[in-house]
């Protein structure tokens, strides 16, 4: 169980707050923890370390933080529902689930900061319990037919 809420508008909207009052600037991207050595900061025993995380990067003299979020759109919700209606593979507790995704749109559910150091990328992550299962359903749907991957233009959108 995530220990954020269900829209993490709010935690974004304080890091930008937090990192700017630290005189540190933002560099929206998204780090590929999978591509690039990396290490993810551990959030087990405080989710708001965030803030630690920050005073880390400032130390070392990172003047600036990759920032990223991800919020629901209700144009990825219709193609990830009528990806599942329309798969082979996709079972109707797979549909149900997406379906009930649709509270969802318009909140943030992933939020990434990242700073470089000495090679590596530092990594923080924080994700509601529904981005979850919107990346089980979105690789579900990508395995029947190549949702949003082979789709053209999707590259440019993000």
């Known amino acids: 169980m995530s220990p954020h809420p269900d829209d993490l508008t709010g935690l974004k909207d304080d890091m930008t707050a937090f990192i700017e009052g630290l005189g540190m600037r933002r560099f929206f991207g998204y780090v590929e923890c999978d591509e690039v050595p990396s290490v993810l900061w551990d959030t087990e025993h405080n989710p708001d370390g965030w803030k630690d995380f920050v005073e880390l990067a400032k130390a070392t003299g990172a003047s600036f933080l990759t920032m990223h979020s991800w919020t629901l759109e209700h144009e990825e919700f219709d193609q990830l529902s009528q ?74 959108e993000r």
């Open 83 to 156: 990806r599942l209606v329309e798969g082979d593979f996709s079972s109707e507790d797979d549909v149900e689930e997406g379906r009930w995704l649709k509270t969802y749109i318009g909140k943030t559910g992933f939020v990434q900061l990242g700073w470089a150091y000495q090679g590596c990328m530092f990594v923080f992550e924080a994700g509601t319990e529904w981005y979850g299962h919107y990346q089980h359903l979105r690789e579900l749907s990508d395995d029947a037919g190549g949702f949003m991957i082979d789709e053209p233009g999707s590259d440019e």
